[in-house]
Structures are given as structure tokens and as C-alpha cells.
């Protein structure tokens, strides 16, 4: 019963419902009325014509009977005048009776009534005593992966949906949604923002602002993170009370820059734990190509540990006996000066000074320009649009208008020569066939790319790139990471770095008994215990109890490892 008076009361506060009823009533009067005349025409043509007396009653059940089509004929007219009156009757019926009242019931009470239950399906608001949960303003990739995140944490969390349509339909596919406006007060009071914990902004950037400035009235304590389109808006909406500001192109551009090796070869950072720095640095063109980890010692000449590396996109767990390629790019672990002493070893080697080469002009690849050139990297830009070339003439040493599928003007701009190249563009599709197109024509480029959507992720490593960073997942990562007061640490995409504490059941025993790596695939590359790191703890390193576990691996084998540990 409550449910059917909400029904009711959300159809009568819809203003094209109120028009719906006055139609519908409009044709029942009228049916009413034809009925009243037919009812009086049979009472006189049967007392004047037929010579017969009837009540008024059995002329109302003459009238319905032959409206409606039963015709049980128990009461018939025997003239001719009289059955003509039956004919229009009879058809009067089929026409309002039969057609036109269903299809008015349907269209005008009928099916709003159904669209009242869907829209009406997804929760409105949230209990009272709702606290510590995120709210995330669009169901979009970031939100998706995000959302991933703090299912593993267990972290309670919810997506605002203006449409109610489109809530109710994620609401039946299971997502956490509550139907309301962000850019409304009330919702931000029925969402009971002033206890949430965190607010994630990823509309465009007006609506981050105006979403900002909304819930700042019923939430002023409120943790918002709000993902920035354009780099003019980071100002913006940290005005507007923005507590962190994601720019998350300009972040993508520079750790895609990040993963180039042009001039000498170096280590560069990936991501800080505590005094420990996460780097990579690639072995092509050194003489650490073709040896194992064990004969590198890295530990031992410079301090930093080997703690996984990169094969063609793929990342490996790292053990003495494996044999480092050209190709690989080893992942190491070690304080700041430990990674000076790495680089000091690294400077003479690979010195390709020729400009490395980034394909697309956009946001994603301005940025990645900007960075290299603070590196001091000789860079060459392609970009197929002239208005957006003419924007970055002045940022990339050459800029190159044309097609990148085209091989004169890849081969023009410098790829045969380059040391990397980066793909920037926005399409998925066309990073994937210029990924195959760069490798054909220099076997030995280091290719770098950017994706929108997870699911090519296969598909872009098949095709040549050595390194693949997600859009979606750098933005979760982001905003995760700025949740949990971290830095953000970024190894790849479909690869996560992350630490948990030590799960209660395997406080005591050691890495081999526990047998994290065999059950979930999991590495573990260090253990935090009383302010003390132990990175690439060995086999019978002992796991403390209140300590935490720093893990590199994929969504799957994270989830493997709470479901077996807790």
C-alpha cells in the first residue's frame, strides 16, 4: 500500500500526468454521455416504433450489451429503423469501446503508471545513519574501476543518477545507485552528504564546479575530488572547493613521458612509499641485456632491488634465474640516493639523442610534450588536424601536419631514427594500428600508448606497444589514492601496486608459508613493519603482526588474496 500511494503521488506531481487525466476524463465523459443518448433513443424507439415498454435500466443493459459486442439477444428490435439504430450502436462501440478507450487507458494512464514503478524502482535516498561511504556523480569508466576498488575495502559507496530511468536500470544490474540530481540541494541532504566520507566529481568541468559549489552548502567538511578536463579548470574548482583537483590528461601525458628512454638511459619513478622510490629504467642497448638478476646484483653494487619486470606489456615476477632481454624493463625498488648510484650506472648507456616522436596534438599529447622537454628530450609531434598542429607549434621542436597512417609522414617525422614514440590519440582503435604500423617500421622503437577502455588492452600489447597506461585506471587510481592519502603509484595498465595489512591468519609465518604467490599469483615486493622496509623480502622473512604488505598485481589476484586471507 505505501508503495502504491508513492506511485500515485509521483504520477500527480508529473504535470504532463494531470493532462494525461484530464484527456482520459475528457473521453469517459463523452462515453458516459453517448451511452445516456443511446439509452434514451431505445426507450422511445421501442415505445413509439416498436410499441413496447421497457425500464430505463433494461434500455442501459440493451445499450452495454450491444457496445460492447455480447449481443446475448434476449431483447432485440424487429423494424428496420429499429435495427439501423442497433447498427450505430454496435459500431459506435466497436470504435470507442474497443479501440479508442484501450489505447487512451494505455497511453494515458496505463503506461506512465509502469514508467512510475521503474522510476520509482532505484532508491531515492539513503538511511540517516548512512556514514563513511563515496559518492560518485556519473556511472562512467573511472567510476567503474573506482568502484572496483572500494568493493575490495570494503568501503560503502554510491552513484547519483538524475535520470530515474536509467537509475532504475542500473539499480536491476546491481550497481549501488541513488536516483537524484547532483546539482541539487536536496539531494546532497537525502544522500546524507555530511557524513559521507569523500566525493568523487567526474562530470564535465562546468558541472564539477557547480556540483562543488552545491554540496559545499549541506556538506562543508566534505572531502571532493573533482577530475579536471582542461588545465585552466584545476584553479577553478580548488576555488570552488575542490579539495583535490585531478587533471587527469596532464597526469597521463607525463607518466606516458615518464616511460620514454631517449638521450641516456635512467631510472625514472613510478610512484613513492614511504622512502622507498618505485622506478623502472629499460635495459635496452645496455650491457645488463642477457644476464640473470642473480649476476646483475643490483642489491649488492647499488642498493636497489629487482622486484618485477616488463616483457612486451606483460609483468613478471622477478626471480634470480630470470634472464633479462633488450626488451625488458626492469621494475627496482630503493631509497632516492640508492636510485642516483642506479642512474650513475646507467648515464653512458643508450645514447639516442635522435627526437622521440608523439603521435596526436590533443590534451593527453601536449602534455607529454611539455614533460619531455623539461627532461630536456628532443621531441618531433604529429597531429592530422591543422588548428590544433598550429596550437603546438610552439611546444614540440617539429610538428608535423599529416596522417600517422601514412608512412611518408611517419617515416618524415623521425620514426625510423626515434628512440620512442608515443601513441596520444583518443581512439583505441587507431592507437592499435598505429602500434603495428611503428613496430613494421622500426622493430627496435620503444612504443608507449595510452588507452580509453580496458578491453584493449590485449589487444594494443599484441599489437607492439611495450608499455600501455589506462585513462580509467589512472583515474581511479587517483582518486583512490588521494581516498587513502597517498601518492599515486601507477606500474601499468591491468597492473595494480598496493599494500594491505598483514592478514591475521598469516601474522607468524613466513612468505613461504603462506604462500601468497602460489594461491593469487600476487608478488610481494616489500614489508613495512615499525617504520622499517624490507623490500624483496625473502622466502623465510617472517610476516609481523600490525605490519603491511606492499603487492604488485592484477584486479583478479587481488581479489584472490581477500577471499583467501580476509
Known amino acids: 500500500m505505501k508503495f502504491l500511494v508513492s506511485q500515485l503521488s509521483y504520477l500527480l506531481r508529473q504535470r504532463h500526468m494531470r493532462g494525461n487525466i484530464r484527456k482520459l476524463a475528457k473521453l469517459l465523459v463523452l462515453l458516459g454521455s453517448l451511452i445516456a443518448v443511446f439509452t434514451a433513443l431505445f426507450h422511445l424507439l421501442m415505445l413509439h416504433v416498436e410499441g413496447r415498454e421497457f425500464s430505463w435500466m433494461t434500455g442501459l443493459y440493451w445499450t452495454l450489451t450491444v457496445m460492447s459486442t455480447l449481443g446475448f439477444g434476449d431483447i432485440t428490435f424487429q423494424s428496420d429503423i429499429g435495427r439501423a439504430f442497433s447498427i450505430v450502436v454496435l459500431l459506435s462501440g466497436i470504435f470507442l469501446l474497443l479501440i479508442v478507450l484501450p489505447f487512451a487507458f494505455i497511453r494515458f494512464f496505463y503506461a506512465p503508471w509502469l514508467e512510475a514503478q521503474i522510476r520509482l524502482r532505484a532508491p531515492r535516498s539513503l538511511p540517516a545513519d548512512t556514514a563513511g561511504h563515496v559518492l560518485l556523480c556519473a556511472y562512467d569508466a573511472i567510476a567503474r574501476d573506482l568502484m572496483r576498488m572500494l568493493r575490495l575495502a570494503k568501503i560503502p559507496h554510491y552513484v547519483l543518477e538524475a535520470d530515474p530511468a536509467r537509475a532504475s536500470e542500473m539499480h536491476a544490474d546491481g550497481v549501488p545507485v541513488i536516483a537524484g540530481d547532483p546539482e541539487a540541494d536536496e539531494t546532497w541532504t537525502a544522500v546524507q552528504a555530511g557524513s559521507a566520507r569523500a566525493l568523487l566529481a567526474n562530470k564535465s568541468d562546468t558541472v564539477n564546479t557547480n556540483i562543488t559549489l552545491t554540496v559545499r552548502q549541506s556538506a562543508p567538511d566534505l572531502e571532493v575530488m573533482a577530475i579536471a578536463d582542461h588545465e585552466e579548470s584545476v584553479d577553478i574548482l580548488g576555488l570552488a572547493g575542490a579539495n583535490h583537483v585531478l587533471a587527469l590528461k596532464h597526469r597521463l601525458g607525463e607518466h606516458l613521458a615518464n616511460r620514454v628512454n631517449a638521450g641516456h638511459a635512467e631510472a625514472h619513478e613510478i610512484g613513492r612509499f614511504g622512502d622507498l622510490v618505485i622506478a623502472e629504467f629499460p635495459v635496452h642497448n645496455t650491457p645488463l641485456a642477457n644476464r640473470t638478476v642473480r649476476d646483475l646484483n643490483l642489491r649488492g653494487r647499488v642498493g636497489v632491488t629487482v622486484v618485477g619486470v616488463w616483457e612486451r606489456g606483460r609483468f613478471e615476477p ?44 590533443g590534451k593527453v599529447g601536449c602534455a607529454a610534450v611539455r614533460a619531455l622537454k623539461r627532461r630536456e628530450v628532443a621531441v618531433h609531434l604529429i597531429e592530422k588536424d591543422e588548428a590544433s598542429a598550429a596550437r603546438s607549434s610552439g611546444l614540440a621542436d617539429r610538428v608535423v601536419v599529416g596522417d600517422a597512417a601514412d608512412r611518408d609522414t611517419l617515416l618524415g617525422a623521425g620514426l625510423a631514427e626515434a628512440p620512442a614514440v608515443l601513441l596520444t590519440t583518443n581512439d583505441d582503435s587507431t592507437n592499435i594500428y598505429l602500434a603495428v604500423y611503428c613496430r613494421r617500421l622500426n622493430p627496435g622503437v620503444r612504443i608507449i600508448s595510452r588507452v580509453t577502455h580496458d578491453r584493449n588492452l590485449e589487444a594494443i600489447h599484441r599489437a607492439g606497444a611495450d608499455f600501455v597506461l589506462s585513462y580509467a585506471a589512472l583515474g581511479a587510481e587517483s582518486a583512490f589514492s588521494a581516498l587513502q592519502g597517498r601518492d599515486v603509484m601507477m606500474l601499468g595498465a591491468g597492473i595494480e601496486l598496493f599494500h594491505v595489512p598483514v592478514p591475521q591468519r598469516l601474522v607468524g609465518k613466513t612468505l613461504a608459508q603462506a604462500e601468497i604467490g602460489a594461491r593469487t599469483g600476487l608478488n610481494v615486493i616489500a614489508i613495512v613493519s615499525g617504520g622499517v622496509t624490507v623490500a624483496n623480502p625473502g622466502a623465510d622473512h617472517a610476516l609481523p603482526e600490525g605490519g603491511e604488505l606492499l603487492m604488485v598485481g592484477q584486479h583478479k589476484q587481488r581479489a584472490k588474496f581477500f577471499s583467501a586471507y580476509g
Open 318 to 361: 622477478v626471480r634470480p634465474d630470470t634472464l633479462l632481454t633488450d626488451s625488458s624493463v626492469p621494475v627496482v625498488i630503493g631509497t632516492e640516493d640508492k636510485l642516483l648510484e642506479l642512474n650513475a650506472v646507467l648515464v653512458i648507456y643508450d645514447t639516442n639523442y635522435n627526437p622521440a616522436l608523439v603521435i596526436g596534438g
